[in-house]
């Protein structure tokens, strides 16, 4: 059973930083894409970055791009978001995902992702 536990959330004000880790369990991560995504009150889950299997190819949703930073390290089954420059829209619950193949491809399309953390909540007040 793959399990996913988010941790890093919390309040910070607008221009500050957070860096959420996922860390993941039952399997080696070493094989699979894993990404992303936050969802906002009333709004649909959305896409913030992935990472490829060996961490080589990352991709970014434009909210992100010059802000966030998506990392892994496959020894220790954990993957991170740096968040810098924090913006209020940027206030939401952040999920980790991973893919049940295994494969070098990342995907920006939620539907890729089965297994999904419980989230960790990012605030950022203005």
């Known amino acids: 059973q793959v399990q996913l536990v988010e941790s890093g959330g919390g309040l910070v004000q607008a221009g500050g930083s957070l860096r959420l880790s996922c860390a993941a369990s039952g399997r080696s991560s070493s094989s699979y894409a894993m990404a992303w995504f936050r969802q906002a009150p009333g709004k649909d889950r959305e896409f913030v970055a992935a990472i490829s299997a060996s961490g080589a190819t990352t991709q970014d949703a434009d909210s992100a791009k010059g802000r966030f930073t998506i990392s892994r390290d496959n020894a220790k089954n954990t993957v991170y978001l740096q968040m810098n420059n924090l913006k209020p829209e940027d206030t939401a619950l952040y999920y980790c995902?991973?893919?049940?193949?295994?494969?070098?491809?990342?995907?920006?399309?939620?539907?890729?992702?089965?297994?999904w953390g419980q989230g960790t909540q990012v605030t950022v007040s203005s």
């Open positions: 995902a991973t893919t049940i193949v295994p494969s070098s491809a990342l995907y920006s399309t939620r539907a890729r992702y089965y297994y």
